[in-house]
């Protein structure tokens, strides 16, 4: 059976714009990173996401700095186009609320540690019984047989990413942002999508599970896959590249430049732009595989030429030539240069006294426009709306039901 879009139902949360999922509505029972990042991307596809906070809020509303004015924009930077609703599942009566909400939401993301929701009748087993069409993502740390808590950092260390990051002479790095709450979030909106149109196909909803440790395991793509395909255990190599080369920051003449050399054909280019076209027809270079394994060679060379030059002066004359390079830039001078390649990076969310810049969602739709129309929410901001629209609607138990929700767990991504 086909699930009736809001539309169907009540245009009184309807959302503006009409972008693919217009029409759905998600009920986000998830905080921090990983669920928060999904049900953004849902939003900003068109799709009506009632955020659910509990009494003390989502852990990065408090997560400062860096503020913009008293919000914090870790906050900001994954939860625009949101409607919000605090409930206290303490609270009998806002618990029927939460579970109303779960009734009639097309899709549900959650977060909780595994089985904390079913206390509440909000699992998936008891929500799919009155709500057989939900898509419900649950979204865990290391799957939904392991309780241990759900931090970015604790799967970095255990996936085996830090092992491969930093110098081979200090010590494991972590990276700079959350890379695998990101990548399980990324995951968690696929999976979703997917269970969608099986819907749309059968009238069938499924429950959709990703975890942290999975996402880091496929995200270490040519790391992990070197280890399951050859028994090869990769270790910290700093900038360098376990298979090209070169493919890492290199000294100018006043400070580096990444050159990342793909192919055979890009490093006798760079050869030649570097006054050395003999290194192309050298049986020690000229080939990828053998010169990966003489690079300490051909390094000292390498970095002879370039202090000819600055960073700019290489980038500027490397560029044209088709071999990829660049500056290592600060956060700010990588905005500024999305900006400058026309990529418009920052948008602004939201409308009337509340308008937040953004950045851009990457993904562009030739037939339907990613919107920006609601800023990340105050706290509780849309209570009462959610509230009256649950009294004023019909009750739909046809609709699928995917819930967000980490809870008073510290079950969250971070």
Same mark, same amino acid.
């Given at each position: 059976m086909d699930?009736?879009?809001?539309?169907? !139902?009540?245009?009184f =949360?309807?959302r503006a714009?009409s972008?693919p =999922?217009?029409?759905q509505?998600?009920? %986000?029972f998830s !905080?921090v990173?990983?669920?928060p990042y999904?049900?953004?991307m849902?939003?900003?596809?068109g799709a009506?996401?009632i955020?659910v906070?509990?009494?003390?809020g989502d852990?990065?509303?408090?997560?400062a700095p860096?503020?913009?004015?008293d919000?914090a924009?870790y906050?900001?930077s994954v939860?625009?186009? +949101? =409607?919000d $609703?605090?409930?206290?599942f303490?609270d009998?009566?806002?618990?029927a609320v939460a579970?109303? /909400?779960?009734?009639r939401?097309? $899709? $549900?993301?959650?977060?909780? +540690?595994?089985g904390g929701?079913?206390k509440?009748?909000?699992?998936? %087993?008891?929500?799919?019984?009155?709500?057989p069409a939900?898509v419900?993502a649950?979204i865990?740390?290391?799957?939904?047989?392991?309780?241990?808590p759900?931090?970015?950092?604790?799967?970095?260390?255990?996936s085996?990413?830090?092992?491969?990051?930093?110098?081979?002479e200090?010590?494991p790095y !972590?990276a700079?942002v959350?890379?695998? %709450?990101?990548i399980?979030g990324l995951?968690?909106?696929i999976?979703i999508?997917?269970?969608?149109?099986h819907r749309t196909?059968?009238?069938?909803?499924?429950l959709?599970?990703?975890n942290l440790?999975?996402s880091a395991?496929?995200g /270490?793509? &040519?790391q992990s896959?070197a280890?399951?395909a050859a028994?090869a255990?990769?270790?910290r190599?700093?900038?360098?590249?376990?298979?090209? *080369?070169?493919?890492?920051?290199m000294a100018t003449k006043?400070g580096?430049i990444v050159?990342a050399?793909?192919n055979?054909g890009?490093?006798a280019? =760079?050869?030649?732009? #570097?006054?050395?076209p003999?290194w192309?027809?050298d049986d020690?270079?000229a080939?990828?595989?053998i010169?990966?394994?003489?690079?300490?060679?051909?390094?000292p060379?390498?970095?002879?030429?370039?202090?000819a030059?600055?960073?700019?002066e290489?980038?500027?004359a #490397?560029?044209? /030539?088709?071999i990829?390079?660049?500056?290592?830039?600060?956060i700010?001078e990588?905005?500024?240069?999305? +900006?400058d390649?026309?990529l418009?990076?920052?948008v602004?969310?939201g409308?009337g006294?509340r308008? $937040?810049p953004?950045?851009r969602n990457p993904?562009?739709?030739?037939k339907?426009e990613?919107? *920006?129309d #609601?800023?990340?929410?105050e706290f509780g901001?849309?209570s009462?709306r959610?509230? %009256?629209? /649950?009294r &004023?609607?019909p009750?739909?138990?046809?609709l699928?039901?995917?819930v967000?929700d980490e809870?008073?767990s510290?079950?969250?991504?971070?």
């Amino acid at each position: 059976m086909d699930s009736p879009t809001m539309t169907d !139902r009540d245009d009184f =949360l309807t959302r503006a714009g009409s972008g693919p =999922l217009s029409g759905q509505v998600v009920v %986000d029972f998830s !905080r921090v990173l990983a669920g928060p990042y999904a049900t953004m991307m849902l939003a900003d596809l068109g799709a009506t996401v009632i955020k659910v906070e509990g009494p003390k809020g989502d852990d990065t509303r408090h997560w400062a700095p860096p503020v913009r004015d008293d919000d914090a924009t870790y906050f900001l930077s994954v939860n625009r186009n +949101k =409607l919000d $609703i605090v409930l206290d599942f303490a609270d009998a009566d806002d618990l029927a609320v939460a579970q109303d /909400l779960a009734a009639r939401a097309d $899709i $549900i993301v959650e977060n909780f +540690k595994p089985g904390g929701l079913a206390k509440f009748g909000l699992d998936y %087993d008891t929500v799919a019984a009155t709500n057989p069409a939900v898509v419900y993502a649950s979204i865990t740390g290391f799957g939904p047989d392991n309780p241990l808590p759900g931090y970015d950092l604790l799967v970095q260390a255990m996936s085996g990413f830090m092992s491969v990051t930093g110098s081979p002479e200090g010590s494991p790095y !972590r990276a700079g942002v959350a890379v695998f %709450d990101v990548i399980t979030g990324l995951h968690t909106t696929i999976g979703i999508l997917a269970a969608v149109q099986h819907r749309t196909l059968t009238g069938e909803g499924q429950l959709v599970e990703t975890n942290l440790m999975s996402s880091a395991m496929s995200g /270490l793509v &040519n790391q992990s896959g070197a280890y399951a395909a050859a028994g090869a255990n990769p270790t910290r190599m700093g900038n360098a590249h376990p298979s090209i *080369y070169p493919y890492q920051p290199m000294a100018t003449k006043d400070g580096e430049i990444v050159i990342a050399v793909g192919n055979d054909g890009q490093f006798a280019t =760079l050869a030649e732009a #570097l006054g050395r076209p003999d290194w192309a027809e050298d049986d020690r270079f000229a080939k990828a595989k053998i010169r990966n394994a003489n690079q300490e060679q051909l390094e000292p060379e390498i970095l002879e030429a370039l202090r000819a030059h600055t960073a700019q002066e290489w980038f500027d004359a #490397l560029t044209p /030539l088709g071999i990829p390079c660049a500056p290592i830039n600060s956060i700010a001078e990588g905005v500024e240069r999305a +900006k400058d390649l026309g990529l418009d990076p920052i948008v602004e969310a939201g409308e009337g006294e509340r308008i $937040i810049p953004t950045i851009r969602n990457p993904i562009r739709l030739s037939k339907s426009e990613v919107s *920006y129309d #609601l800023a990340p929410p105050e706290f509780g901001r849309d209570s009462e709306r959610v509230r %009256d629209w /649950l009294r &004023n609607s019909p009750a739909a138990t046809t609709l699928g039901t995917t819930v967000t929700d980490e809870g008073e767990s510290h079950h969250g991504h971070h």
